[in-house]
């Protein structure tokens, strides 16, 4: 059978909080890539959050070089690593990307969105046709599930 899953960024963890993320639906069906959860090392549930961690493997390795390469130069709406803002962005659709084809590989696959507000992470998912979601809709699907 196949089940929704998620790629969850920074701002959809702060979105939910603690009591959301310790839930049954958000443990079995959420995933951190490791670099969102280097940006979310202030959580007070962060030790917990590492168990749901999404591994930079070589094929995410491949999708990021393959979101960097649409980037035009000068851009710094996805990634500005002067400013120090979005370093993980590009790693959160790659990581969608790699789970995306780990699952293409299977008889029923498993559909990953990622769950974000983040506007030029949403117009990369699109550009790459990763579905997205918001914090909001998880929030309810999670709330639904207790």
């Not at 959160?92 to 992470?121: C, F, G, H, N, Y």
Request: negative net charge; charged residues 20%; hydrophobic residues 45%.
């Amino acid at each position: 059978m196949s089940t929704q899953r998620f790629m969850v960024d920074n701002n959809a963890l702060t979105f939910l909080g603690e009591r959301r993320r310790r839930s049954v639906t958000f443990r079995e069906r959420c995933r951190i890539p490791e670099d969102v959860l280097r940006e979310a090392e202030g959580a007070p549930d962060h030790a917990s959050l590492l168990s749901l961690a999404f591994a930079v493997t070589p094929s995410v390795l491949r999708y990021v070089r393959r979101v960097m390469a649409t980037i035009p130069l000068g851009n710094t709406e996805l990634i500005d690593l002067y400013g120090y803002k979005g370093t993980a962005d590009p790693v959160l659709v790659a990581s969608a990307l790699a789970a995306l084809d780990q699952e293409a590989l299977t008889l029923l696959p498993d559909r990953w969105s990622i769950v974000t507000l983040d506007k030029a992470v949403l117009a990369t998912a699109a550009a790459f046709g990763v579905h997205t979601t918001t914090p909001t809709e998880l929030a309810h699907l999670i709330d639904a599930s207790v």
